[in-house]
């Protein structure tokens, strides 16, 4: 469904041009149309409520001064304050940041968090620059987004190139600000000044969780299955760790550098510590280095993306030999391959369902700031898995009911959360 309207050019010049909003945008039109969406209803949808780019200028540590752009986009706030993370990556740009924070919306929706959708991101290289120039960079951006965000109004969280320490100088920041300590400002902070035990794992046991259910879903056994990761960041790491605890061989890894295959099972504890003593991954010798671009082509039980967006597209679909993707990243199916892998059987757990983990631990640690009290990482670990389950079993029952696929079920179910709050407040004025 695309809309067309006397009053106004259908989508705004600055995201016309972009493949994630696009994407993001026929995603929305196709489950339009599922649901039967009212036209005006959808318009609302279609843009962001809210997008800020700003220029942040820092001294880098040579004297120099350099400028680097930075957008914050709140899809909605409908729901409550906007939620996202806060991605470093040369690459941004505002088309993205504003898919990424739509599909927060849904994504929210689909586990009842009483969030709505946000994302922010810097167009930088953050393994170019020092901490004292990431710590400089950070800080200027919260100072520049200052008047959009707080606990009620927009909550980061870390994303790609970020992490524990970003989000503990922009609450910093945020706090000397307003003049009081605000840790419920951002999540994913170290555990020391209000973080949550177990929100750097919730991502990747999230994705465990739906693909446990997923394999008893299609009969398979574990201990029977393969799995091969793109990705051995903060998610792909806690998946293959998680997914090898329970008896499932990760048969390739793979991330930007390179990538290495053992069809025996690679030894993921080994592997981990390799890597984190700053190791290449593809030079780990218990397996042997494979190119890249092949990665996701070996052959195996569960595929799982959990890197970047739209690496599974028309062109390499009809190639992935695996029963079940798992979508760990956001946004890493197009369209077009979505179809192609429907007519080839593959079962795919999408990513507003399956990466959920993440912001729904960030949700608990919201809630554990304001109300000044703290839960163990057992008590997290079992919220998380009940909610992960609850929202897994409503979203296959939709798709088996009415016989959609499992990403068009997840994203009726998230978008009609949105869309009955909306009804129930109405338009102002």
């Known amino acids: 469904m695309v809309l067309h309207s006397p009053y106004h050019s259908p989508v705004p010049p600055m995201l016309d ?3 994630s909003f696009q994407m993001a945008r026929r995603q929305l039109d196709t489950v339009a149309e599922v649901i039967n969406l009212d036209k005006g209803l959808l318009q609302r949808l279609a843009y962001p409520k809210r997008s800020m780019m700003v220029s942040i200028p820092i001294r880098m540590d040579d004297g120099r001064t350099e400028v680097f752009f930075g957008y914050r986009v709140q899809h ?3 729901s409550g304050p906007s939620k996202g993370g806060l991605r470093y990556h040369p690459g941004i740009d505002i088309g993205e940041v504003t898919a990424l924070a739509m599909w927060m919306s849904w994504k929210c929706g689909i586990m009842n968090l009483p969030f709505s959708g946000g994302k922010g991101g810097i167009a930088v290289d953050p393994a170019k620059l ?6 400089r960079l950070t800080r200027r951006f919260t100072e520049e987004v200052l008047s959009i965000i707080g606990p009620r109004q927009d909550v980061m969280a870390p994303d790609m190139g970020t992490n524990e320490q ?5 609450m910093d920041t945020y706090s000397m600000k307003i003049g009081y300590c605000c840790p419920e ?3 994913g902070k170290p555990v020391e000044i209000g973080g949550c035990l177990g929100r750097r794992e919730a991502t990747g046991r999230g994705v465990t969780y739906c693909i446990l259910e997923a394999l008893k879903d299609l009969n398979i056994a574990p201990s029977h299955s393969t799995a091969v990761v793109q990705g051995f960041g903060n998610v792909g790491s806690v998946t293959c760790q998680e997914l090898h605890q329970r008896g499932i061989r990760i048969v390739a890894v793979g991330e930007q550098h390179g990538s290495l295959g053992n069809p025996n099972g690679i030894d993921i504890p080994l592997l981990r510590a390799w890597v984190d003593s700053g190791k290449k991954l593809h030079e780990f010798p218990g397996g042997v280095a494979i190119p890249s671009e092949q990665l996701l082509e070996v052959p195996c039980t569960v595929l799982i993306p959990a890197a970047l967006d739209r690496v599974i597209t028309a062109e390499n679909a009809p190639r992935l030999r695996c029963t079940l993707i798992a979508e760990g990243a956001n946004g890493p199916t197009t369209p077009d391959a979505d179809i192609i892998l429907q007519e080839k059987g593959i079962m795919v757990i999408p990513d507003i369902l399956c990466n959920a983990g993440g912001v729904t631990v960030s949700y608990f640690e919201w809630v554990q700031d304001i ?10 670990n079992r919220k998380l898995e009940d909610l992960m389950l609850n929202a897994y079993s409503r979203v296959r029952n939709l798709s088996v009911t009415r016989g959609l696929t499992m990403r068009t079920a997840a994203l009726a179910l998230g978008v009609q959360k949105v869309v009955a709050e909306m009804n129930k407040r109405g338009l102002f004025p």
Do not use: G
Not at 130 to 135: P, T, V
Not at 375 to 380: D, G, K, L, R, T
């Open 185 to 187: 400002v951002v999540t």
């Open 130 to 135: 020092s901490k004292s120039e990431l710590e």
């Open 76 to 78: 909605s706030l409908t």
């Open 17 to 19: 041009d972009s493949p």
């Open 371 to 380: 109300q000044q009290l703290m839960w163990s990482e057992e008590q997290v």
């Open 166 to 170: 970003t989000m503990a100088w922009i």
